[in-house]
């Protein structure tokens, strides 16, 4: 989750807005939330193969709160599918993870239990991983490893960031000063 927060106490206001202030604190918590929103897509978009629901899963929303100030906070439909993007992870299997070979583009986006061909195994005394074959053509599909360890792809915090030291001045500008 994201989340930018400006309270009233934060900008050196009472929580009583003048209508001004207040017309120029939603506009700024809004034109903020749009620019967040649009940094982390495109941050996302920009690295590596995401696209679609990966790429516009991802929503921003401003809240108001009565005391002043404003609260924007992102979400991503994909939930926990997100975090080895956001922060990196180390994946286990339970005993293997079956990754598909990049030149079997028939495994590719699908798990070896549910390939539609029949697959064998072939354990390797030492050295390298196991392999799956396909029984129709005999060419490896996939090979099982014991973990996998995803970097961190997605720079959300550093958008957030970004976003969050323009508001004074976005604010500033809206106010006229």
């Not at 079997?104 to 354990?123: F, H, M, Q, S, T």
């Not at 961190?152 to 500008?173: F, H, N, S, T, Y």
Request: aromatic share 8%.
């Amino acid at each position: 989750m994201i989340k930018i927060e400006v309270t009233g106490d934060a900008i050196g206001v009472l929580p009583a807005l003048p209508e001004k202030l207040s017309k120029a604190m939603s506009d700024t918590a809004a034109d903020a939330a749009q620019q967040l929103q649009d940094a982390c897509r495109s941050n996302i978009a920009g690295s590596g193969n995401f696209t679609g629901e990966w790429v516009e899963g991802l929503t921003v929303e401003v809240e108001l709160p009565p005391a002043g100030g404003f609260v924007i906070n992102g979400y991503h439909s994909l939930g926990a599918m997100t975090r080895p993007h956001m922060y990196g992870a180390t994946i286990f299997g339970n005993p293997l993870l079956w990754i598909p070979f990049s030149n079997a583009p028939e495994a590719k986006n699908i798990r070896a239990r549910d390939y539609p061909g029949r697959l064998y195994r072939v354990d390797r005394t030492r050295g390298p991983p196991p392999l799956l074959f396909g029984v129709d053509d005999q060419l490896p599909k996939y090979t099982g490893l014991v973990s996998v360890t995803i970097p961190k792809r997605w720079d959300i915090e550093g958008q957030c960031k970004m976003v969050a030291a323009k508001i004074p001045d976005m604010l500033a500008q809206k106010l006229g000063m």
